[in-house]
Each structure stands twice: as structure tokens, then as C-alpha cells.
């Protein structure tokens, strides 16, 4: 023992259980020399060639320097089991190794280590990355790597703690087998559920591994789910009036109509919401003629407004409601007002979309003094005003869908006036037969059954879809599957017996019309089966031969077939874009289903061959393309002859233009205008008869017309 350094330790002995609360003991240390030193402290287990000291702790981790005489304490703590290659339980011979770099000695003293347990070393558990994120319905990938310390094989028990057991493939949990010293790489998985199960917030979970006879190891991770989803803002109703009852004397002080403004929110994330609404025929400068400001104009016309409450929180998966108390004053003399009205969905957070986010509302504000009371002159007046809407001559509203029939001796066409009406071709001209059909609510979409062209079908703005029987003249059925949801478009297949309706939310939905209930004028029908898109959608056609193919098309520019016989979507090479940004018309021909014509909110008309891709030889080939015709306007409407020859289009711009096509290649050789509006033309159709071309059209104009033109292609066929 050296002379100039003496250690005592508080004990020789000492027990210690793996994961278990540490242990220590105390190390006095003499300075026996007559100088000034400091003392170092180092612990040696017997069997460990690391002199890493990551199993103990000392304090202090050097002495301050005492004089010749003095004495030191170091504090050793045990807090893990030595290194030992493969495990160690046991007794273990731990070496004290104190010493002085000033008196260049040392003193050394032995402490025996019982280590309790199996002696078996858990895995170390490795997380690549501890940062995952993912949208609802992603498959979450989580890589583990797993190494097996000890000399034996280690079977080890893999969990995941903190996340829904239902999102965990194999609920979480995996059994890995690793040979001696080696490791194991595993991915857990983790299936997100749709976004209403999964709300957009970070998720604290613990991966933890368990090898028999050895404590659990364990690492904390974080998942991020991302928002996705959307808001569906809808108004019921729609339409008011003031009074909304009858009897004109009690009423005669009601002046305010109340709305309820509906958010249903089917995404991930919670929200708050509100709502701008805006008076649309009322303009600000109307309000200072008198001689007011600007301010108080603008305070005058939000004040008839009152929206309860003025904000509200949406949480995921729910509805709430908001009221809209809209007031507004009653003349004593005069005719009903029909005022609209802006309401603007505003969301908290803007990650998300809102469909129909703005929405017109419509009120009608009765005079206080009933119209049929009010001076003899004035009920002729309205009389004569309203003389050619009782005969029925033509639309009073934008005109949103035209067809010919299969002869061309007939017309259809579909209103927001909320009729449906038929059309005789006389000549170059249309005669009117009357009212086919009149609704309630705007009409979007009409279409005649194929073959016989006895009966329509009518999709509307609420939803509803009827059929009539032309022969009859009598309402055959109507239905719906979501009142509200749009009906954009309108497919029947050749043989009648199938219907497909595309709408608003995206949704298609096929409908049996053979079955017995469609014979009764019911409210609800089973649809035969569904597909949703993630788009809405703009328009349908059935394309190939077999009819076994719908070409269905919306916003994003998106356009995808749905293959009927294998129920799959497949998407098709159009160029994809912004969320405003649509492909409103698409038109096959019946000659030659597999051609497609394509028409788009950019202004652009392109024309498709599909016949490869149909059949499963190749890509789908675009035959031609081109943005002239409407000045890079919107392309409201397309529609190809029967044999393909010809294209007609319809424009935002007001034009109607007529496209000759080569019958071999498809390409466009010619393009001429057949007429210009001032308005926007909404809807278009065209067929090829006795050497001429009929090309009808319909329009926010309010009319229906029929334009002649020379047959410039007699070859094409």
C-alpha cells in the first residue's frame, strides 16, 4: 500500500438487481503526503475490457486539491450492470483505483458485486426516424431495428403503446426471432382510418421490446395526422318569403324570413366557422343617393342581417347549425320582390375545402296590401306582363341542357325556370308543344331514353331525378338518393334498362329502371351500386362498344373511366389542375363510341381515341386539340355527331361553333361560328340529317334556338 495514499471504502460489499434502483458507496481517500494534490477516482470490473463508465457515477469526478494531511470523499454510484459480452449475473470483483497525478501514486481497493437476476442483456431498440406523419387512410410504415445482445438466441415480444389498437395492423404487436449478437429489422404498421376517426392532431406513442428474463426497453415516437377532409355547407331552405303564411291582415307586421345554414364536417379537423352574407341586387352606391356616406350606407345594409351565433366550433364527424334572420321592409302597394341574397362559408382554417361554399339564397317579399286587392289597371298590367310564361311559349330562366331526338324532329330542353319542355323542328325553326314537366326546384340535366325516345329523364338541383312518359304525359317516377346533392349529369345506356346520375359530391350512382318500383312515383329507390370520386362531378359518357366503360369527369380537371364490369376506376392522361379548374362537357358518338370529346373551364376542346386503351393495348391516344373558337373562354358544352363528323361547342363567351372533323383521323379541318350572344350558352347538341347539319343550343339568354348548316363533308361516314 502506498505511503502517501490511504482509501478506505464504506464497504466491501455490494448487491445490485438490473433496472432496479442504483447503489453506492463511499470511497475516503488520505492525503498522507506534505503537499498540496488532488485525487481521481476509477472503477474496473473484472471480465469488461470497455473503460467506458457509463454503468457508475462519481461525485465529484475529481477532488479539489487538499494540503498534506487532509482527506477527500468520492461518492460511487452503480446504476447498471458492467458490459459483459452475452450478460452477467452473478458475483463480480469491481477494482478501486485511486490516484494523484501531482504525487504520481496510486492506491487500488477491492469491492465484490453481487449481481441479481438472470444475467440475460435486453435488445437494444433502435427507431431510424421517431417522426412520422400521414393523411386518413394512409398505410403508415414504422422500421424497427432490434439487436440481441447475448450469446443465446432471443425471442422478442415488439408492442406499440399510445396509438388505437384499431389502427395497428396486427394490433400492434409482432414476435421477432434473433439469433445470438445479431439483430432484426421489422416494419410495423400502421392502417389511419377515414378522416372523421382520425382527427388532425399529434400522437404521442412508445414502441416498447420485451425479451423474457430481461426488463422491457422501450423509445418514444410521435405521428402527426395530416388534415384532409372537407365542409359541406348547405341553406335550408333555400327560398323564403314574407309572410311565410297565409292571411295578410295578422301578417301585415312580419318582416323578416329566418334561414338555417347547415356545416357538416367530414374532415379530421375541428373547426370555426362563420358565415359573410351580402345583399347581391342591392349595391352600396344605391344607398348614398340620398346624401349619406359610404360608411353608413354599409352599416345600413349589413344591419338587415343577423346571423345566431355569430361563430360556433364545427368538431370532426358533426353538424351544427347557424340562423340567418334576414329583415326587410314590406311596400303596401305594388307586386312581390324577389331579392337574392350571398351567403359565404368561412373557414377558421383554409387547409380545408369547402364544398358549395358560397350560396345564393332567394327571398320574396310580399306587399303588405295582397296584389289581387289592389287596383283593377294594375291586375291587367300583370296579366299582360305574365301572358306569354301562361302560354308557355319559352324559358324564363337560363336554359341549362338541350337534346335532339334520334329523328331530329323533336328538341328537349331543361330550365332554371324549373320546366322541362318540348320543341318540334319546323324547318330552321322550333315550334313549342308546352311544358313537359314542371318542378320546384331548377332543372340541370335532361336526356331522352335512347332507341324510342318515349320517355326523360330529368336530374335537379335538390337532388330529385324524374322520369316522364312522353306517350302518357304523365310523371312515371321520381327519386333520389341525398336530397341536395346536384345532379350534374344524366347517362342512360342503349338498351334503357340502366340509368347513371353524377353528382355534386362526387358521387355516381347506377339505377335499375326495370324494376317494379320504378313504375310507382315513389321518393326513394335503391340504386343498384355507387362509386365516389374525390371531385365533383361535371359530366358522364359511355364509351366503347360493349358500354362496359363511363367516362366520368369534374373539377381538378380530373377525368377517370369507371370499368363497370370489373367496378374499377382507372384514370385517364388529361392534365390535372387547380380546384378551379373543370372539364364541364364530355360527348361520345354513337357510330363511334370510342371516340371522346373533352371540353374544359380553360377554354380548351380536345378530341380522344380510346380504342387502345379500352381494349388493354396501349395508352389512350389524343387526336387533336385546340384552345381557339372561344377567345380562352370556358367551354360550357360539346357534342359530337352520331358518325363523328362534326363537333358542336358552346361558350361562356356567348358563341356557338361548329367543327368539321376528318372521319379517318378524327383531326378538326374547319371551325366556323354559327352564332353570338351577348349571354353565356350553357348547353349544345347537333345531329346530321338529309345533307345538312341541325346544331341546337340553350343559353343564360333564356332560349332555345336550332341553327342550319351546309353538309361541307358529304365523304365523312
Known sequence: MSTQITTTLSTPKLKYKPSGDPVSFEVVVQNNSSEFATFQLELAASGVESRLNTWYRLAPDVSAKIPGGDRTTFTVTIIDVPPVPGGFAGTMTLTVRVFSLELRDEDRQVVSLQVEGTGVLPPRLELPSRKFQGYPGDLIEMPVTLYNLNRQSANVSLRIFGLERSWLVDGGERRVQIPPNGQAEVILLCQLPEPTLAPSQLYKFTVEAQQPQAAPVRMEAVLTVLPLGYVEFRCQPPQQAIPAQRGWWKNRKVNSATYALAFDNQSNLLQQVQVEVQRQDVPIQNLMLAGGDRTKAQSQLQGRFEVTPEQTDLPVGETQSLQLLVRQSRPYFGWSRRLAFQVRAVLSDARLDVRNDTQILKLRVKPIIPFILQLFFLILLFLALWIPFLLNSGHQAPVNAVQFNGLATEVISASDDETVRRWRVTGDRLKPLGIINRADKAIRVVRYRPVNNDAIADGFENGQIQVSNLLTKKLQSAFFNEKDDRVFDLRFTQDSRTLYSGHGSGLVLQWDLTGESFEK???????????????????????????????????????????????????????????????????????????????????????????????????????????????????????????????ASAGEDGRIMLWTLNGRTGQVLDGKPLAQSRQPMNSVDLIRVDRKVLVVSGGDNHRVKLYEAEDINPSCS
Request: aromatic residues 8%; proline residues 4%; negative net charge.
Open 521 to 647: 312515383q315513389t321518393d326513394v329507390q335503391s340504386f343498384q351500386r355507387q362509386k365516389q370520386l374525390d371531385f365533383a362531378v361535371n359530366s358522364m359518357a359511355l364509351v366503347g362498344d360493349t358500354e362496359q366503360q363511363l367516362a366520368i369527369a369534374g373539377r381538378y380537371n380530373r377525368l377517370v373511366l369507371w370499368n363497370l364490369k370489373e367496378d374499377r376506376i382507372e384514370p385517364l392522361p388529361y392534365k390535372s389542375g387547380s380546384k378551379d379548374e373543370y372539364i364541364l362537357s364530355l360527348s361520345t358518338a354513337e357510330q363511334k363510341p370510342e371516340i371522346l370529346a373533352i371540353a374544359d373551364n380553360q377554354g380548351k376542346i380536345s378530341l380522344w381515341n380510346l380504342r387502345r386503351c379500352l381494349a388493354q393495348e396501349g395508352a389512350c391516344e389524343r387526336i387533336d386539340e385546340w384552345t381557339t373558337g372561344h377567345k380562352g373562354k370556358p367551354v360550357q358544352s360539346v357534342a359530337l355527331s352520331p358518325d363523328a363528323c362534326y363537333l
